[in-house]
Nanobody, 128 residues
């Protein structure tokens, strides 16, 4: 069974940074997958904000985080990171990572179709 364990998050001031981690354990079978990052703010729908393919490290960001957030992977540690800089109050949300099996050279956004496993979620709160 595949498990995703998240760490990081917390309370920061506007303009500060945080790094979230998502560590994958278990048998991922083919090894071809993407890690997607989602967030859900109070009273809002969950939104996908970024993703990375662990096969070729192609990435994607939504406009509201582009230039401020950076997703990366350390395949030796089976861990994906979401570095979040210049945080603002609108970034306050519960953040989740999810694993989606995709084809070897597919764009990571293909993982939006179906997520196979989810992390437990971690809270990010940005005070203004």
């Amino acid at each position: 069974q595949v498990q995703l364990v998240q760490s990081g998050g917390g309370l920061v001031q506007s303009g500060e940074s945080l790094r979230l981690s998502c560590t994958v354990s278990g048998n991922t079978f083919s090894g071809y997958y993407a890690i997607l990052w989602f967030r859900q703010a109070p009273g809002k729908e969950r939104e996908a904000i970024s993703c990375i393919s662990v096969t070729d490290s192609n990435t994607h960001y939504i406009n509201s985080v582009k230039g401020r957030f950076t997703v990366s992977s350390d395949n030796a540690k089976n861990t994906v990171y979401l570095q979040m800089d210049s945080l603002n109050a609108e970034d306050t949300a519960l953040y989740y990572c999810a694993l989606s099996y995709i084809s070897p050279r597919a764009p990571c956004v293909n993982g939006l179709t179906l997520q196979n496993f989810w992390g437990q979620g971690t809270q990010v709160t940005v005070s203004s």
